[in-house]
């Protein structure tokens, strides 16, 4: 038997993601997501995920998309006080300690919100980097939280959420048969993350975000997927 968490990203990003999460854990197989604490929709989501307790919820960690919850973080931010892009972080001079303290704010607000996480994982997978491993490892042994774990490979010195994760339910080409593929590719006996990111498509999520409209592709799958014998959600 291969237990299975199916994780929607993103939860808070905007209201159409908010509600496109919520609709794939009702009326679909998502069973977890982890919350962006710094996005528009996050009050939101905070909401929707006290109003469906059966959701699990961890922390998102965000450092590549929108403003940071800090405002004397200046080795985080471009000119205009938004995260540095992705495709810059590795030119960035970023301070460890500065990523701490934002890191950190992040988990308290959930915290503060009445919320309790299940465990950690990032935008952009971010939390995989080597040079961001001092502060993912003190901040997860500081919270006693899990960690997504980088495909087959734990997260060094952290416990990790699951045995594996697998990211590729993610592009153009997503079908049910090629998610029942992804399955049929798990040893038996796996406690596994599958990443989505189901939403329904709004302006705000149009407008900042590459990955969109398939998004709705996602949650059709979601919704409609009928899980073999061999899988069970935990």
């Known amino acids: 038997m291969i237990k299975l968490i199916m994780n929607a990203d993103d939860f808070g990003y905007s209201r159409g993601v ?6 794939s854990h009702l009326l679909g197989i998502v069973n977890s997501t982890t919350m962006m604490m710094n996005m528009t929709g996050v009050d939101h989501a905070i909401e929707l995920a006290k109003r469906h307790p059966s959701l699990q919820v961890g922390i998102h960690l965000v450092l590549t998309c929108g403003k940071p919850l800090l405002n004397d973080v200046p080795t985080l931010v471009d000119a205009a006080g938004n995260f540095k892009k992705l495709s810059t972080l590795g030119e960035a001079d970023l301070s460890l300690a500065e990523l701490e303290r934002e890191w950190e704010a992040q988990i308290e607000l959930f915290l503060n919100k ?22 993912v490892q003190k901040l997860a042994n500081k919270y006693d939280l899990p960690v997504r774990t980088n495909g087959l490979e734990p ?3 952290v416990k990790p959420f699951t045995d594996a994760a697998n990211f590729d339910f993610y592009g153009n080409e997503i079908t049910e048969e090629s998610l029942i593929q992804l399955m049929r590719k798990i040893e038996d006996g796996t406690t596994v993350e599958i990443m989505c990111h189901p939403a329904y498509v709004d302006n705000e999520l149009l407008k900042g975000s590459s990955y969109n409209t398939a998004r709705l592709r996602e949650l059709e799958i979601l919704f409609n997927i009928k899980l073999p014998d061999y899988v069970e959600l935990v």
């Open 114 to 135: 009445g919320l309790k996480p299940t465990h950690l994982d990032s935008h952009h997978h971010v939390h995989t980097r080597d040079e961001l491993l001092p502060v």
């Open 18 to 23: 908010n509600y496109g999460i919520i609709d």
């Open 155 to 157: 997260i060094k010195g």
